[in-house]
């Protein structure tokens, strides 16, 4: 089994001083940050985008997963691989039939790759191009806001889906998002789970870095 990872959100972090939290991530024992993006259009909620990783990025040597919740992705993924993303991942809901043409114009741009599915999505939409991703993102809730609550129904993906990681025999992380807590972690790694995304779990926690160890252990 793989090494978990502990990705927090900032979705939940104070956007007044971006840097600092992530700093602050990075000494609480953080292994990844998560970069919500949302357009106001694909999700009914608005973040950040292009300008606000550029500036984060000095303020952490952590790779940053971002998280693109908009509309023809493909547009700006070039952009923020410039602007500092490690890994990029995408919507199946916002790509569709050229999911696989914008995961490979992610990797043209040097970054990693990885594909999203939301809660009432298949696995089977995503199977055919799990094998091309260097992640796979397993929604437990539907995207546009931090604390809401994990939708079990995720365990079932995330199981089916380490299956057809482990059948690749490729090195693919399997990351969950969404109402993860101290009490449901278990699940989702013993469901084949080891990139492990929390917002309102660490950053409404008094003490981060012990939040951060708790879902980590
Ligand atoms: C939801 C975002 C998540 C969110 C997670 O649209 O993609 O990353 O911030 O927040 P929690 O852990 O509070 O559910
Ligand atoms: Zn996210």
Excluded at 134 to 153: A, E, N, R, T
Excluded at 198 to 207: E, L, N
């Amino acid at each position: 089994m793989k090494n978990i990872q502990i990705a927090p959100s900032i979705l939940s972090a104070d956007f007044a001083k971006m840097g600092e939290e992530v700093r602050a991530m990075q000494a609480c024992g953080a292994d990844v940050i998560h970069y919500d993006v949302m357009d106001g259009v694909f999700v009914n909620n608005i973040t950040f985008g292009l300008k606000m990783l550029e500036d984060i990025r000095p303020y952490t040597s952590l790779p940053i997963d971002a998280h693109l919740m908009i509309v023809h992705p493909e547009k700006y993924v070039e952009r923020f691989a410039k602007a500092g993303a490690d890994i990029i991942t995408v919507h199946w809901e916002a790509c569709k039939d050229n999911l696989r043409e914008v995961l490979e114009l992610i990797r043209s741009t040097g970054v990693k790759c990885g594909a999203v599915i939301n809660p009432d999505t298949p696995v089977e939409k995503i199977r055919d191009v799990i094998p091309l991703c260097d992640m796979v993102l397993v929604m437990s809730v539907f995207p546009g806001f931090g604390g809401q609550k994990f939708i079990p129904s995720a365990l079932d993906k995330l199981r089916e889906i380490r299956a057809i990681i482990d059948e690749s025999g490729k090195d693919i992380d399997l990351e969950i998002d969404g109402g993860i807590t101290a009490e449901n972690v278990r699940l989702v790694k013993e469901a084949g789970a080891n990139v492990i995304v929390a917002g309102s779990a660490i950053f409404k926690a008094v003490d981060r870095a012990a939040a951060i160890a708790a879902l980590k252990e």
